[in-house]
């Protein structure tokens, strides 16, 4: 019973330091991702990246369509 009521102690104790970390690492998450949409906006690279992933996306589309057919 002395196990059982440690590990459900320390459960608690993890239930309620949880949320608060997993509250600062979300938005530490949310702003560095901020922070990297902005310096990709400011560079302009979105329209490269986004022909990238055009041209490898159809590239793998008329596979699998010559895959299939």
Do not use: K, N
Not at 12 to 28: E, G, I, K, Q
């Amino acid at each position: 019973p002395r196990a059982a009521s440690s590990t459900s102690q320390s459960r608690s104790y993890l239930v309620f330091r949880l949320p608060p970390l997993f509250f600062v690492v979300h938005r530490f998450l949310m702003a560095l991702f901020q922070l990297l949409l902005d310096s990709l906006l400011t560079t302009l690279l979105i329209p490269d990246v986004l022909f990238i992933v055009f041209r490898f996306g159809s590239f793998r589309l008329s596979f699998l369509i010559r895959l299939f057919y």
